[in-house]
């Protein structure tokens, strides 16, 4: 029994340790405690501001860069932030219009294109239109001008929010046939293929957006308003099987959605925390949530 001892308190201090590690604040993610299964506003007084609504988070692969979307007076813009030298840099607004809105950032695959939705038409100047999906591409350490994404993923209806699959393929929701549904664009060439609708263990007769999808294309994530559902927008996830079939969504449950409106789902590079925007802040919480749904 004596010789158990002084293992034990070996094993013991090796337990704290590792529990120590996981409790330390990232730089990274802007020095904030690590969450759990319970959601808390992400980097309040710093990204989570009180006086500004903000929404749509994502990072670069190497949580280097940081985007995001802020709504002022009903228009949004979107803005940036680096990690250099061991802190993140103040924000930059880096797309923004007098009248037109530029929201809901996502970096293409190879990190050389910002994708967003915007109202703006296509000459760049007029009266405000359907939201489309447009980009900017890095040029000599600057973005581009804005150049939309062309008709096999745009319509003359709405379309929201845009993510990626490791190969290229985007995930966005459109109203085109008069319902937000959820589709999927595989790239060829460069170029955006006929957008398919996802199937109905995803979408349904009702509203279903903003979804992210996971690089593999294992899962997705998304927001729809549902009978049953806690508020306007609540989180979903359905999970993609070896054969490619989509099955029945199920809901975040209470423990994520709220009774207002919870959207723009948003999974960090190292498949750590679930980003989502909900009462006007951005939220993170542990996959944990999502996992054990599978």
């Known amino acids: ?8 308190v070996v094993a013991a201090l090796f337990i704290s340790m590792i529990e120590a590690y996981a409790q330390t604040p990232d730089p990274k993610y802007f020095n904030q405690p690590p969450v759990s299964s319970t959601p808390k506003v992400f980097a309040p007084g710093v990204v989570s501001l009180e006086n500004e609504f903000e929404f749509g988070a ?9 985007y995001y979307g802020v709504e002022i007076n009903g228009k949004a ?20 219009h007098d009248v037109y809105s530029f929201n809901d950032p996502f970096l293409s695959p190879d990190e050389t294109k910002l994708f967003f939705i915007s109202d703006r038409p296509l000459s ?13 591409e890095r040029q000599a350490g600057k973005w581009s001008q804005p150049k939309n994404a062309g008709p096999n993923v745009n319509t003359a209806e709405n379309q929201y929010y845009i993510s990626f699959t490791k190969t290229g393929t985007m995930y966005f929701s459109s109203n085109v046939n008069k319902n937000y549904d959820i589709y999927a664009s595989a790239q060829k060439e460069g170029k955006f293929q006929p957008a398919e609708k996802l199937s109905t263990n995803v979408n349904t007769t009702h509203y279903e957006a903003d979804v992210f999808v996971a690089p593999d ?12 559902g806690l508020g306007s927008g609540d989180l979903y996830v359905s999970f993609r099987d070896k054969e490619g079939r989509w099955s029945p969504s199920k809901s975040l449950g209470n423990a994520i959605n709220s009774e207002t ?6 999974v960090s590079p190292d498949g750590k925390y679930l980003f989502y925007a909900s009462r006007r802040d951005i939220y993170w919480v542990s996959m944990e949530v999502v996992h054990k749904l599978k």
């Open 217 to 228: 294309e294992s899962y997705v994530i998304f927001s729809a308003n549902r009978p049953g």
């Open 124 to 136: 760049g100047q007029g009266p405000k239109k359907d939201y489309d999906i447009w980009y900017v």
């Open 58 to 66: 994502v990072f670069s692969k190497d949580r280097s860069e940081f």
């Open 77 to 96: 813009e979107t803005r940036m932030m680096k990690f250099e030298n061991g802190k993140w840099t103040a924000p930059t607004t880096i797309l923004v």
């Open 1 to 8: 029994m004596k010789k158990l001892i002084p293992s034990l």
């Open 261 to 266: 409106d919870d959207f723009c789902p948003y």
